[in-house]
């Protein structure tokens, strides 16, 4: 008589090579959330604003406003939207050139070279930020652009190796691990910038060097740490899905042939419901998380009149408590299953979005609580999405599903903002704005309720892990 998978024996003990390969893994994690946190979520966007804003209005005085516009392919853009415009091409960019990639990465037995290669470009164009000066805003946008896809590009790669390296059982911690490296990683870097641009007096450099330096050191520390997994990680054999290709397609190449399995991955996908169903329900929630990150210091600025040095210390707080968070939701989906786990998560956020629509004016102490509930939850929603979705995807397809898991969540991230900026344009309020991020947890709770997780990955041709 077959046992039932909560009864399976006991995983065996991890293999020394295979214990290697994950560290050379996490690492990656290490290597490009340092960028994220460093150029793209902090400094980049000020500084090419400021770029622009001096190439529009080069005689503009101290505090006044540029009321100048640039030409971008002909098109009238203000200077104080081309980093956010810019950060909507690469993300639509991302979204149209993702399926591609994961075509291709799983018709290639070295993975490992195909991340390096994408990492490599997207750090070299990092660094390549620190040569932004004057008014060259025009290279600065091409820099966002290119390595903005080429970080979505190597995560794609990335995440299908995650099935390789950890079983059903294994995944959550795994990827719970590599998320909380990553965070420690842009912790350590964004602190280390944040002192040299405070400290940009002593050590002799104006605001605009202390600015390039860090984006230098962003790019080159991603570009450096990426090599561990290219030379830690091994080949594997392709694996190809029970309903292979015919062998005439198959003769064609790798490149030749990514188009074509593009379009067979998603007339696929439609055979695996549930698998979409947690994709739709990632995209709800996840637009949520994405907004509440972005709006944060905004709310924490406009609505509650905190102070940028006070912004920039719960910042680095939600990195660091985010380390934490992510290895103890880890552990958690060990303990209950990986499902359960984001719902009590989704049950968090909703918690927090209240929290802070009641949150008094002024009460910096308050606001840093906020900060350490989000860092909580934030590494730990991430971490097991990833895990859990990677349980749901179809042998021989892994780069394909983890392609639209990225596409997808790139596609659709505009959402939550643009509601977040509608409520605010109707109310005149971040706090009802703020608010309105509810709906996304909800709802994507709800989808997330309708998915059933063993009939998933019985459709994916997957083991059953103890627990979902």
Same mark, same amino acid.
């Given at each position: 008589?077959?046992?039932?998978?909560?009864?399976?024996?006991?995983?065996?003990?991890?293999p020394p090579?295979?214990?290697?390969?994950?560290?050379?893994?996490?690492?990656?994690?290490?290597?490009?959330?340092?960028?994220?946190?460093?150029?793209g979520?902090?400094?980049?966007?000020?500084?090419?604003?400021?770029?622009?804003?001096? !190439?529009?209005?080069?005689?503009?005085?101290?505090?006044?406003t540029?009321?100048?516009?640039?030409s971008?392919?002909?098109?009238p853009? +203000?200077?104080?939207?081309l =980093?956010l415009?810019?950060?909507t091409?690469?993300?639509?960019l991302?979204?149209?050139?993702?399926?591609?990639?994961?075509?291709?990465?799983?018709?290639?037995?070295?993975?490992?070279?195909?991340?390096g290669?994408?990492?490599l470009?997207g750090?070299?164009? +990092? +660094?390549a930020m620190a040569?932004?000066?004057?008014?060259?805003?025009?290279?600065?946008?091409?820099?966002?652009?290119?390595?903005?896809?080429?970080?979505?590009?190597?995560?794609?790669?990335?995440?299908?190796l995650?099935?390789?390296? !950890?079983?059903?059982?294994?995944?959550?911690?795994?990827?719970?691990?590599?998320?909380?490296?990553?965070?420690?990683? *842009?912790?350590?870097?964004?602190?280390t910038?944040?002192?040299?641009v405070?400290?940009?007096?002593?050590?002799?450099?104006t605001?605009?060097e202390?600015?390039?330096?860090?984006?230098?050191?962003?790019?080159?520390?991603?570009?450096?740490?990426? /090599?561990?997994?290219?030379?830690?990680l091994r080949?594997?054999p392709?694996?190809?899905?029970?309903?292979?290709?015919?062998?005439?397609?198959?003769?064609?190449?790798?490149?030749?042939?990514?188009?074509?399995?593009?379009?067979?991955?998603?007339?696929?996908?439609?055979?695996?419901?549930?698998?979409?169903?947690?994709? =739709?329900a990632?995209?709800?929630?996840?637009?949520?998380?994405?907004?509440?990150?972005? !709006?944060?210091?905004?709310?924490?600025t406009?609505?509650?009149?905190?102070?940028?040095a006070?912004?920039?210390?719960?910042?680095?707080?939600?990195?660091?408590?985010?380390?934490?968070?992510?290895?103890?939701?880890? =552990?958690? =989906?060990?303990?209950f299953?990986?499902?359960?786990?984001?719902?009590w998560?989704l049950? !968090?956020w909703?918690?927090?979005?209240?929290? *802070?629509?009641v949150?008094?004016?002024?009460?910096?102490?308050?606001?840093?609580?906020?900060?350490?509930?989000?860092?909580?939850?934030?590494?730990?929603?991430?971490?097991?999405?990833?895990?859990?979705?990677?349980? /749901?995807?179809?042998?021989?397809?892994e780069?394909?599903?983890?392609?639209l898991?990225?596409?997808?969540?790139?596609?659709?991230?505009?959402?939550?903002?643009?509601?977040?900026?509608?409520v605010?344009?109707?109310t005149?309020?971040?706090?009802?704005?703020?608010?309105?991020?509810?709906?996304?947890?909800?709802?994507?709770?709800?989808l997330?309720?309708?998915?059933?997780?063993?009939?998933?990955?019985?459709?994916a041709?997957?083991?059953?892990?103890?627990?979902?």
């Amino acid at each position: 008589m077959s046992r039932s998978p909560a009864a399976r024996a006991p995983v065996a003990p991890v293999p020394p090579e295979l214990r290697r390969e994950r560290r050379a893994w996490y690492v990656y994690d290490w290597a490009n959330s340092a960028y994220v946190t460093t150029t793209g979520t902090v400094l980049f966007a000020p500084y090419l604003t400021a770029v622009a804003t001096a !190439a529009a209005c080069p005689d503009l005085a101290d505090g006044a406003t540029c009321d100048a516009t640039l030409s971008v392919l002909g098109v009238p853009v +203000a200077p104080g939207s081309l =980093a956010l415009y810019t950060t909507t091409v690469s993300t639509a960019l991302s979204a149209l050139l993702l399926p591609l990639v994961g075509a291709l990465c799983d018709r290639v037995v070295r993975k490992r070279l195909l991340l390096g290669a994408f990492a490599l470009v997207g750090a070299a164009a +990092a +660094a390549a930020m620190a040569a932004v000066t004057g008014t060259d805003w025009q290279l600065g946008v091409v820099l966002q652009v290119v390595a903005g896809a080429s970080l979505g590009a190597s995560l794609v790669v990335y995440n299908a190796l995650l099935l390789d390296l !950890a079983g059903p059982d294994e995944r959550d911690a795994v990827s719970s691990r590599g998320w909380a490296l990553g965070y420690l990683g *842009g912790f350590l870097l964004l602190a280390t910038n944040l002192a040299v641009v405070s400290g940009r007096d002593a050590l002799g450099l104006t605001e605009a060097e202390a600015v390039r330096v860090s984006l230098l050191s962003a790019g080159v520390w991603w570009g450096v740490f990426s /090599l561990v997994p290219v030379l830690g990680l091994r080949d594997r054999p392709l694996v190809r899905p029970p309903d292979d290709e015919p062998a005439p397609a198959r003769r064609r190449g790798a490149l030749a042939g990514s188009a074509g399995e593009l379009v067979r991955t998603l007339r696929h996908a439609r055979g695996h419901p549930m698998t979409l169903l947690l994709l =739709a329900a990632f995209l709800l929630y996840n637009d949520g998380v994405q907004t509440v990150i972005y !709006a944060a210091s905004l709310f924490g600025t406009v609505e509650l009149g905190l102070a940028q040095a006070q912004l920039i210390t719960a910042i680095l707080l939600v990195q660091a408590v985010a380390f934490v968070g992510a290895l103890v939701f880890g =552990a958690l =989906a060990g303990r209950f299953g990986a499902r359960r786990t984001v719902l009590w998560s989704l049950v !968090a956020w909703t918690a927090v979005v209240a929290a *802070g629509f009641v949150l008094p004016p002024g009460r910096f102490g308050l606001f840093l609580l906020l900060a350490v509930a989000i860092g909580l939850v934030l590494g730990g929603t991430q971490a097991i999405s990833r895990s859990l979705y990677s349980q /749901l995807v179809p042998v021989g397809r892994e780069a394909q599903y983890f392609s639209l898991y990225q596409a997808a969540e790139r596609g659709t991230s505009w959402v939550g903002t643009l509601v977040f900026g509608l409520v605010y344009q109707l109310t005149g309020s971040y706090r009802p704005a703020v608010a309105s991020l509810v709906v996304f947890f909800v709802l994507g709770g709800l989808l997330l309720l309708r998915v059933d997780v063993r009939r998933g990955i019985a459709d994916a041709g997957r083991e059953q892990p103890r627990r979902v």
